[in-house]
């Protein structure tokens, strides 16, 4: 059955570049074992390899044959794999039943998501992305339940052009995820057009503490100038799964950010 694909072009708009704001770090933080806890969720209660399933298919990655991870612990390895797990875990403790996400990739957080309004009794969700291939997607969904893509909306198209639409600007969701373009002004845009749009809970992927550096990832420097006493940097990157690198918690200075309402 092929999933329910729509393209939606509008006339592109015009680049620029918006003075980007230091980032400052000033942020609270929580381990994410310990922001499970919080939410009264045991590991126990959690399926680990319902995760490595998804991941197979969806967000494993290879190593660089060259690199001496891969001669030491092996070819692959799961990258943060956690987001899908508090993804899953939020639908789930609060009966959400709705969720967008800005940022499809390869699927992992979309099939999580899926995977827990289908536990949860169905939902909807609605995955906007500019490269979404259509034969890839017709794979997946040939490897996952056809209960899941019936609750899928799949959007070929740009956030902020799909979303400024007048038919979809008073659309609010329970859980909105936001990792798409990962610039300042992209993130900016995608967060003044989300910020008023869900019920529940917002997600940033991607926040960096200051010292971290990777090209084109400036979600930090929008995120820390939001104004949000419910905002909190969850620590994540394989300190749930085996972490083979040998990473400490105090040596991850990456991880999502949420926000409650």
């Known amino acids: 059955m092929p999933p329910n694909l729509i393209s939606f072009n509008t006339n592109p708009q015009n680049s620029f570049r918006d003075a980007i704001p230091e ?3 000033k942020i609270n933080q929580i381990h994410i074992k310990e ?18 399933q998804i991941g197979e298919i969806t967000a494993r990655k290879n190593r660089d044959p060259g690199s001496d991870l891969y001669k030491k612990v092996g070819a692959y390895f799961r990258p943060n794999y956690e987001r899908g797990i508090l993804i899953y875990s939020l639908i789930r403790k609060y009966n959400l039943k709705s969720y967008l996400e800005i940022g499809f ?16 009794g169905g939902g909807e969700i609605v995955s906007i992305d500019p490269n979404l291939d259509e034969e890839f997607l ?10 899941w893509f019936k609750m899928i909306r799949f959007v070929k198209g740009k956030s902020q052009e799909y979303l400024a639409d007048e038919k979809q600007r008073s659309k609010k969701y329970d859980l909105i995820y936001i990792d798409g373009d990962h610039t300042y002004e992209a993130t900016k845009r995608d967060w003044e057009l989300c910020k008023d749009n869900y019920n529940n809970f ?10 971290k550096v990777q090209k084109d990832i400036e979600c930090s420097n929008l995120i820390d100038q939001i104004e949000d006493d419910s905002k909190e940097l969850i620590i994540m990157d394989r300190r749930i799964f085996l972490d083979d690198r040998g990473y ?14």
């Open 248 to 261: 400490s918690d105090e040596e991850i200075d990456y991880g999502q950010v949420l926000l409650t309402r």
């Open 138 to 147: 017709n794979n997946l969904s040939k490897t996952f339940p056809s209960d």
């Open 23 to 25: 980032r400052t770090g």
């Open 105 to 120: 990739g390869r699927g992992y957080s979309c099939m999580c998501a899926a995977l827990a309004l289908s536990e949860n």
């Open 202 to 211: 917002l997600i940033f992927d991607d926040y960096h503490l200051p010292g």
């Open 35 to 52: 922001k499970l806890s919080q939410l009264d969720i045991s590991l126990d209660q959690i399926r680990l390899g319902d995760f490595d």
